[in-house]
T-cell receptor, first 115, second 113 residues
Framework: KAGVTQTPRYLIKTRGQQVTLSCSPI?????VSWYQQTPGQGLQFLFE???????NKGNFPGRFSGRQFSNSRSEMNVSTLELGDSALYLC??????????????FGPGTRLTVL | AQSVTQLDSHVSVSEGTPVLLRCNYS??????LFWYVQHPNKGLQLLLK??????LVKGINGFEAEFKKSETSFHLTKPSAHMSDAAEYFC???????????FGTGTRLTIIP
C-alpha cells in the first residue's frame, strides 16, 4: 500500500505570495491532519479534516486554510506569506478521526521557504 | 490539558551501548502515547504506541517503552544503539475523545562510532 504523499517537496516563495500544498492520504484513510514544524516552535497542529469536514483547528491565523476532497486528498493554502511561515509542513493520515488511538501516518513533508 | 515533556534535547551514546530517551506526560484522562522518529529531511515514522493494553510496549527496530502511571512517564529504550538510530525522536500524547496529537519538543540522538 502506498504511503502518504505530499507535493511539492520543496517550494520557494516571496513575502506576500500565496501557496497551495497537496497531500494524498493512504488509500482508505479518511482523516488528514496538517502540522507545521519549525526549529523554534517544534511541531504544531494546524487542522484536521475528516470526510471533507474540518474537525479541529490549531492556533494559527486565518491566512492558513485547507480543504478535503471527496477522494480524501487534502490541500492546504497559506495566503499573504510571511517570513515566519518558512517551515516543514507535514501531512498525516489515519483511518479514523483524530483523537482516537488510531495511528497517524506521516508524509515526507513540504519544505516551504519564504524570502 | 495534555502535554508531554522530553527531558533531554540531545542524547549521545556510543554504538553498541543502551539508549534511554525520557518522556513525561500530563493528561487529565487515560492517555494514548506514541514515539515517532524523524530522520533528516524525512517525515515521521511510528516506532511504537501505548493504548492502555500492556504497559511494556515493543516497537520496531528493537525499541521499547514502558508506561508508568505512577511516574507519568513513557521512556524509550533500546539495548544496543546502531548508527542508523541517529535521528530526532518525538514523544506524543493524545487521549480518547481528544482532538489532536500533542508533540514533545524532540530529542536528538547522536551515535558515536
Amino acid at each position: 500500500k502506498a504511503g502518504v504523499t505530499q507535493t511539492p517537496r520543496y517550494l520557494i516563495k516571496t513575502r506576500g505570495q500565496q501557496v497551495t500544498l497537496s497531500c494524498s492520504p493512504i488509500s482508505g484513510h479518511r482523516s488528514v491532519s496538517w502540522y507545521q514544524q519549525t526549529p523554534g516552535q517544534g511541531l504544531q497542529f494546524l487542522f484536521e479534516y475528516f470526510s471533507e469536514t474540518q474537525r479541529n483547528k490549531g492556533n494559527f491565523p486565518g491566512r492558513f486554510s485547507g480543504r478535503q476532497f471527496s477522494n480524501s486528498r487534502s490541500e492546504m493554502n497559506v495566503s499573504t506569506l510571511e517570513l515566519g511561515d518558512s517551515a516543514l509542513y507535514l501531512c498525516a493520515s489515519s483511518l479514523l478521526a483524530g483523537g482516537s488511538t488510531d495511528t497517524q501516518y506521516f508524509g515526507p513533508g513540504t519544505r516551504l521557504t519564504v524570502l | 490539558a495534555q502535554s508531554v515533556t522530553q527531558l533531554d534535547s540531545h542524547v549521545s551514546v556510543s554504538e553498541g551501548t543502551p539508549v534511554l530517551l525520557r518522556c513525561n506526560y500530563s493528561s487529565s484522562y487515560s492517555p494514548s502515547l506514541f514515539w515517532y522518529v524523524q530522520h533528516p529531511n524525512k517525515g515521521l515514522q511510528l516506532l511504537l504506541k501505548y493504548t492502555s493494553a500492556a504497559t511494556l510496549v515493543k516497537g520496531i527496530n528493537g525499541f521499547e517503552a514502558e508506561f508508568k502511571k505512577s511516574e507519568t512517564s513513557f521512556h524509550l529504550t533500546k539495548p544496543s544503539a546502531h548508527m542508523s538510530d541517529a535521528a530526532e525522536y518525538f514523544c506524543v500524547v493524545t487521549y480518547p475523545g481528544g482532538e489532536k496529537l500533542t508533540f514533545g519538543t524532540g530529542t536528538r540522538l547522536t551515535i558515536i562510532p
